[in-house]
């Protein structure tokens, strides 16, 4: 874990956004993004990004709707620090802000926001229960969850190679399964679930991933970040690639509705 329990510093988020894209802390920065999103209406949307990590997606998603305002979340310094630089330069603070907070409850009313956005932060949670309950509170009647997320199939004991994968990534991951995430939101009031596996889609991405990070990209991620921390990831991914293989990993899509 890098120093200081900050698990997203410059160089992480450096050596990330070579390899997905500027912006970008989780996989295929805005195509992932626009499959995601895909049949979602932010027209005139209040929206909030939780776990926004360098502002990638929130800002995408200030160019690519018509939502009305977009709040990026975060509880790290470096990445918060970093998304409101992006957001000065591009002009879009009439659209776009960022706030750090403390893990734990929201510091939001009730009824807050039309859309809650996430893409691969939540797995650092580890009370589903208590974050989805948040999650129904803050949102408006009709209001929808638009979640990607980092999962484990099932809610047994992990593999011997699922917790060599985590033990490799250093990071705080609290995997939960689909169904435990559907039952979090069933629980807090949620209606309209729907759980799509992404984990044939990610497979193939992260094997390019390894691909480019191996070869084509080694040389500059080295000068960038060095070696041994360009090696280190390589070793993940590796990891990474076996879980998805048999199935264990499973990125998922998440969508529901507040009535």
């Known amino acids: 874990m890098p120093d200081n329990n900050i698990e997203y510093d410059r160089k992480a988020i450096l050596f990330l956004e070579m390899v997905w894209g500027e912006g970008n802390l989780s996989p295929r920065g805005i195509d992932e993004l626009k499959r995601l999103i895909s049949g979602i209406d932010f027209t005139n ?9 360098s502002g990638g997606n929130t800002i995408h998603l200030a160019k690519l709707t018509q939502l009305k305002s977009i709040l990026g979340l975060d509880i790290e310094a470096p990445v918060i620090e970093l998304a409101k630089e992006r957001v000065t330069k591009l002009n879009l603070k009439s659209k776009v802000s960022y706030l750090k907070v403390n893990p734990g409850i929201f510091p939001f009313r009730d009824k807050s926001f039309d859309i809650i956005f996430s893409k691969d932060s939540l797995i ?3 009370d589903k229960d208590t974050l989805f309950r948040n999650f129904f509170r803050i949102l ?3 209001g929808k969850l638009v979640i990607g997320d980092w999962m484990i199939s099932h809610d047994g004991v992990m593999s011997s190679n699922m917790k060599a994968y985590i033990k490799a990534e250093g990071l705080s991951f609290n995997m939960g399964s689909p169904r435990a995430y559907e039952s979090a939101m069933r629980l807090a009031g949620f209606s309209n679930i729907k759980v799509v596996n992404q984990n044939s889609w990610y497979l193939k991405q992260a094997q390019e991933e390894l691909a480019s990070m191996s070869g084509r990209l080694f040389k500059d991620l080295e000068n960038a970040v060095g070696s041994n921390y360009v090696n280190k990831n390589i070793d993940t991914w590796k990891k990474m690639i076996k879980v998805l293989k048999s199935g264990e990993h499973c990125p998922t899509h998440i969508f529901a509705t507040k009535t």
């Open 45 to 53: 949307k209040d929206v909030i990004d939780i776990g926004c990590g």
């Open 140 to 142: 408006s009647p009709g």
């Open 124 to 126: 650092h949670i580890a």
